[in-house]
């Protein structure tokens, strides 16, 4: 009896620890086997893309849909820590310029794609073709944040089980990268790297490519403009027209359609990286949603009427399976573009605020939720925002977005308005805030003809950065307007500026009045000082780009209160960047009595103690 009991034990023992090997998926009959695995990076940098290739070809369903397959990878760095990225389904593409001749490329560049597409022959033109590489096959990205050996598993899970992994290792090099972009932590005003150095956004919007020949490419001309000027921002959104997942030609559930759409952000992300550029990468144009502004709710695939799963616009924001499928869109989104350091920040939402019946409270509960889910499941805790067209708008109120990215036109007096404006919603909610789109007219035209030197963008950059926000103003109009008029001068003498202000310095503070005196009421400041340096930007308050009128200002005094020793002092050309008197001044009784050189339009200084 006792041995029959026993055995029955042993039986029922059995039973549950095959049960549970079923249940966790391991011992259970593996039907997807992972193929073909390849590491694609045969060095690793710190910082840098590690990128692992396979193929699962026992499984037939959707591979854009982790609730029918979920592989991800789980790194363990040399310290012990754990960091978890998805896989993400990719199709290779052989990408070319190739070329075309002079009269076709007018005909086909007379209307560009939501601009104006460039025809100057001084810039690589023809008609940019993506080629079909081999099969589709499965990739994880990443990126190591530690030097020495890292040990992953890759898992493959289906079916409510896993159903096969593999491990391995890789070691990791030392690399010249700041890392990854944060808030810094004590101010909160301003971005730094994870090596404490601070970054400045300096540039501009270029939301999508306009050349319907040129196509993606457009970004190696503009890119290495802005690059040469020193600008290292850039917003890019994933219009249906540009870089968009989806749209009609996939639904919403299956985005085969448009991996080379994804493969030509691939490159320009990579481009990016060359550059020293970093991305504002918006996920949703407001008019998806939209039926008045910019509307193309007719055509989008979230609409019943088109296969989708919403009757009306406002849905989006509180449909249970349109943001479960959000979601995995996001997901997608951060497994294929997440290990980048030169992902500045996601972006939710273009202009909210101009979706249909627009609600405040529900976007808000939406934009809480998203940002969340993107905060669980992005390994390297990039920054997220969104946007409205309305300056105080209650989305400013949601506390898991980490800046505020501030949108407004029509702008008459650029360097009081833009200085009051993002220094009070930084204040308000303890955040960095700058003007993410900033302009004079809604359209184009009407901005060249009422600025046609550019001189609302060159106030821009340096009222937004010296105006108390994160970054410079960034203008929108990249390809009708900045670029045909090579306004990319702008950013040269800007970004050479604020490499020399301390950011972290703990004691520098923005400007208050009672710290200077100005002998001419018609001299404006904005800037930064501390006990024993300052750096100001000095400018006429009656300067209007419209038609403006450019004075000049001769015998200015300018007295600071700074502590008593020997100080080097600069004046610099905002328009070269080069310094235009440099002597030593000796401050007495704390007040540095100074005579400003002659100057029209701005003008900017630094005084610093050297003894």
Known sequence: MRKKITSLISYVIAFLILLTLSVTGFGAPSNIKITDFKHLTSVAYKYSKFEISFKTPAFKGNCFDPDEIDIWGEFVSPSGKKYVMPAFWYQDYKRQLLPI?????????????????????????GKEVLTKVGQPEWR??????????????????????VQDFKKGEFSVKEAKNHGFIRVEPKKKRHFVFDDGTPYIPIGQNVAWWTSPTRGSYDYNVWFSKMAESGANFARIWMGSWSFGLYWNDTGIYDFTNR????????????LAEQKGIYIMLTFINHGQFSTKVNPQWNENP????NGGILTKPEEFFTNTEAKKQFKKIIRYIIARWGYSTNIMSWELFNEVSWTDNYDPEKSNAWHKEMALFIKSIDPYKHLVSSSSAVLYDPLEKVKELDFINIHDYGITNFCKNIPSKQRDIADMYNKPAFFCEMGIASDPTTTKRLDPKGMHVHLGLWA????????????????????????????????LYVKKIPWNDPFLKYIDEMQLDISNFDVGVHGYIKQDSAYLWF??????????????????????????????????DTFSGNAVKKENVAVKNKILNIKMPNWKIDI????????
């Open 539 to 572: 400018y006429d308050t009656e300067y209007s780009h419209i038609g403006g009128i450019e004075r000049l200002f001769k015998d200015v005094t300018v007295r600071i209160k700074l502590d008593n020793g020997i100080y080097q002092v600069e004046w610099f």
């Open 464 to 495: 937004g950065v010296m105006g108390g926000g994160a970054g410079t103003g960034m203008t929108w109009w990249w390809d009708s307007y900045v670029h045909p008029l090579n306004l990319y001068t702008y950013f040269k003498p800007v970004s």
């Open 101 to 125: 001749n002079e009269k076709k490329l007018e005909r086909l560049n007379k209307n560009g794609i939501g601009g104006t597409a460039s025809n100057n022959p001084n810039e690589p033109q």
């Open 302 to 305: 979230w609409n019943k009427k």
């Open 604 to 611: 900017a200084f630094i005084a610093k103690k050297v003894k």
């Open 259 to 270: 991996l080379d759409r994804a493969y030509q952000l691939d490159k320009v992300l990579e």
């Open 140 to 161: 994880i990205r990443f990126c190591p944040v530690e030097i020495g050996k890292w040990k992953y598993t890759i898992y493959v899970k289906a079916k409510g089980r």
